[in-house]
């Protein structure tokens, strides 16, 4: 379990596919003084199971499903990626709950810089759009934001100074890939109403809004 709020931004140091899964080394730093084999580790939002120990890297074995889910098989050595330890039990919860399954991907559709701030557009699949809602939480590379605007086939977060200064948001690019994970909350509570309903629909926003969410 994780928050979404990132602890440190670390770069790929390896790279090592084998028979259609991947086996990433990272470079943790301080980080993995506070790893062991078997903990659980979120890269860019994607929880994954540290396989060995050298000094600062860390190897991380990622299956086939969690590639075709995520942007992971798109890294190479020298890349740069968010790192979330996993949660604390008794710790504030100072971001959102975030469970590190990753449910797709979206594409960075625009950048409007302001000053030191930033709104950023991300273009994705309606399937994954509708999980969200306006003032909801996201995961986007691992890290918790608040989603501005739902529109068309877009949402837009607003980003402030140290997001950008501590994450890899900082250096996001039109046309990059991100990883994205909705709300565990919100989809729960979509599905329980979709039960509720007993018919073959998709549940959306406007759907939510005149059922009174």
Same mark, same amino acid.
């Given at each position: 379990?994780?928050?979404?709020?990132?602890?440190?931004?670390?770069?790929?140091?390896?790279?090592?596919?084998?028979?259609?899964?991947?086996?990433?080394? =990272?470079?943790? /730093? *301080?980080?993995?003084?506070?790893? *062991?084999?078997?903990?659980? $580790? +979120?890269?860019?939002?994607?929880?994954?199971?540290? @396989?060995?120990? /050298? &000094?600062?890297?860390?190897?991380?074995?990622?299956?086939?499903?969690?590639?075709?889910?995520?942007?992971? &098989?798109?890294?190479? @050595?020298? #890349? *740069?990626?968010?790192?979330?330890?996993?949660?604390?039990?008794?710790?504030?919860?100072?971001?959102?709950?975030?469970? &590190?399954?990753?449910?797709?991907?979206?594409?960075?559709?625009?950048?409007?810089?302001?000053?030191?701030?930033?709104?950023?557009?991300?273009?994705?699949?309606?399937?994954?759009?509708?999980?969200? %809602? @306006?003032? &909801?939480? %996201? +995961?986007?590379?691992?890290? #918790?934001?608040?989603?501005?605007?739902?529109? /068309?086939?877009?949402?837009?977060? !607003? =980003? $402030?100074?140290?997001?950008?200064?501590?994450?890899?948001?900082?250096? !996001?690019?039109?046309?990059?890939?991100?990883? =994205?994970? !909705?709300?565990?909350?919100? *989809?729960?509570?979509?599905?329980?109403?979709?039960?509720?309903? #007993?018919?073959?629909?998709?549940?959306?926003?406007?759907?939510?809004?005149?059922? /009174?969410?």
């Amino acid at each position: 379990m994780f928050t979404g709020l990132i602890e440190q931004v670390c770069r790929i140091t390896s790279v090592n596919r084998i028979a259609g899964a991947v086996e990433l080394g =990272i470079d943790l /730093g *301080k980080l993995a003084e506070e790893s *062991k084999n078997g903990d659980s $580790i +979120a890269v860019s939002g994607v929880c994954l199971t540290v @396989a060995g120990l /050298g &000094g600062n890297l860390v190897r991380f074995d990622v299956s086939g499903e969690t590639l075709t889910k995520s942007n992971l &098989g798109k890294l190479t @050595a020298g #890349s *740069k990626v968010n790192i979330e330890l996993a949660m604390k039990v008794g710790e504030r919860l100072g971001g959102h709950i975030v469970q &590190g399954h990753v449910d797709g991907v979206a594409k960075i559709k625009s950048i409007d810089k302001r000053g030191e701030f930033a709104d950023i557009r991300f273009e994705a699949e309606r399937e994954l759009l509708d999980q969200m %809602v @306006a003032k &909801g939480s %996201v +995961a986007v590379e691992g890290i #918790s934001l608040t989603i501005a605007t739902l529109e /068309g086939n877009s949402f837009g977060v !607003a =980003i $402030i100074p140290e997001t950008l200064k501590n994450t890899t948001l900082g250096e !996001a690019k039109t046309g990059d890939v991100v990883n =994205i994970e !909705a709300d565990i909350i919100t *989809k729960t509570i979509k599905k329980q109403i979709e039960k509720i309903l #007993s018919q073959r629909q998709t549940l959306t926003e406007e759907k939510l809004k005149q059922l /009174g969410f």
